[in-house]
């Protein structure tokens, strides 16, 4: 093969998110879509250098802006698979406002956080996720605050497709990611992902026991939205993952856009005048 131009990932040995980079190239490959109909958008952290280990068009943003430019991007070319990659420092703290709004549009987007409960590129301070109590270089004597929970405000959002995944379970993960990209709205998958270096809390050891999957579970119903969040209040001695909610008769942002229902914006002739464009565009350099 040509390996020209290849970059490996530069995580530290160990990291959960080899197992998510793993399992979305799987995905894409079992699902056959082809490389140059995907976009993957990050914003800032150890994760969101996603894009530039995987072979698709790739978009490294701003800290907690991945979802606003990627609904950008969606609606420019709705063609197009998105995939937004990150952290829940990037995601839940900085991009925390975005993270509403996107599900309340409902984007046609997967967005994969890679959640290991602490600030991983900057050297290990609390997060959005952090445990209460847990210690940390920015909390020594253990974090004053209660973490959010990311699938219950999913699920309160509007969130269309809701899961949880774990980087130690990577069959799971790669058909949780196939069937994220399959549905038709934002679909949210939160993935135990972790932290080597600076969580030594929340380790692969520690979840192992603890995960148990939705899907083993015949009697869930994951159409439920009251029995989905009731489920996502759960953490202990077991924490589940798997598809927690998903519904498919809310329209997607581009299918309730007039414009967009002759094909995407990228391919459409301009209703502008070239002239008039041109001026507009010189405007605004
Ligand atoms: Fe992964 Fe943590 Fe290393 Fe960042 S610091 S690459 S999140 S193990």
């Given at each position: 093969?040509?390996l020209?131009?290849k970059?490996?990932?530069?995580?530290?040995?160990?990291?959960?998110?080899?197992?998510?980079?793993?399992?979305?190239?799987?995905?894409?490959?079992?699902?056959q879509?082809?490389?140059h109909?995907?976009?993957t958008?990050?914003?800032i952290g150890?994760?969101?250098?996603?894009p530039?280990?995987?072979n698709?068009?790739?978009?490294?943003?701003?800290?907690?802006?991945?979802l606003?430019?990627?609904?950008?991007?969606k609606?420019?070319?709705h063609?197009?698979?998105?995939l937004?990659?990150?952290?829940?420092?990037d995601?839940?703290g900085?991009g925390g406002?975005?993270?509403?709004h996107?599900?309340?549009?409902?984007?046609?987007?997967?967005?994969?956080?890679m959640?290991?409960?602490?600030?991983?590129?900057?050297?290990g301070?609390?997060?959005?996720?952090?445990?209460?109590g847990?210690?940390?270089?920015s909390?020594?004597?253990?974090?004053?605050e209660s973490?959010?929970?990311?699938?219950?405000?999913?699920?309160?959002?509007?969130?269309?497709?809701?899961a949880?995944?774990f980087s130690g379970?990577?069959?799971?993960?790669?058909?949780?990611?196939?069937?994220?990209i399959?549905?038709?709205?934002?679909?949210?998958?939160?993935?135990?992902?972790p932290?080597?270096?600076?969580?030594?809390?929340?380790?692969?050891?520690?979840?192992?026991?603890?995960v148990?999957?939705?899907?083993?579970?015949?009697?869930?119903?994951?159409?439920?939205?009251?029995g989905a969040m009731e489920r996502?209040?759960?953490?202990g001695d077991?924490i589940?993952?798997?598809k927690?909610?998903?519904?498919d008769d809310v329209p997607?942002?581009h299918?309730?856009?007039?414009?967009?229902?002759?094909?995407?914006?990228?391919?459409?002739?301009?209703?502008?005048?070239?002239e008039?464009a041109?001026g507009?565009i010189e405007?605004l350099?």
């Open positions: 093969a040509d020209k131009g970059v490996d990932p530069d995580w530290c040995p160990g990291c959960g998110d080899y197992g998510v980079l793993a399992a979305v190239q799987k995905a894409l490959v079992d699902l879509i082809p490389n109909e995907v976009a958008i990050s914003g150890c994760s969101s250098n996603f530039g280990f995987i698709t068009y790739g978009m490294h943003t701003l800290h907690g802006r991945s606003a430019v990627a609904t950008g991007f609606m420019a070319n063609g197009m698979t998105v937004v990659t990150g952290g829940d420092g995601g839940f900085i406002n975005h993270f509403t996107t599900m309340r549009r409902n984007v046609d987007l997967l967005y994969i956080v959640d290991n409960q602490i600030y991983g590129l900057t050297t301070q609390t997060s959005p996720t952090s445990r209460r847990m210690k940390t270089k909390m020594p004597f253990g974090n004053l973490p959010i929970n990311p699938i219950s405000m999913a699920l309160a959002a509007g969130a269309t497709f809701v949880r995944g379970e990577q069959k799971h993960l790669t058909e949780l990611i196939k069937q994220g399959q549905h038709k709205g934002f679909s949210f998958l939160d993935v135990f992902s932290c080597v270096t600076y969580n030594h809390d929340n380790t692969y050891q520690w979840f192992r026991p603890r148990k999957k939705l899907e083993d579970d015949a009697s869930y119903d994951a159409t439920n939205w009251l996502s209040l759960e953490w077991e589940p993952i798997g927690f909610f998903e519904r997607t942002l299918g309730a856009e007039p414009v967009l229902q002759t094909g995407p914006l990228v391919h459409q002739e301009m209703r502008v005048p070239a008039a041109k507009f405007e350099m």
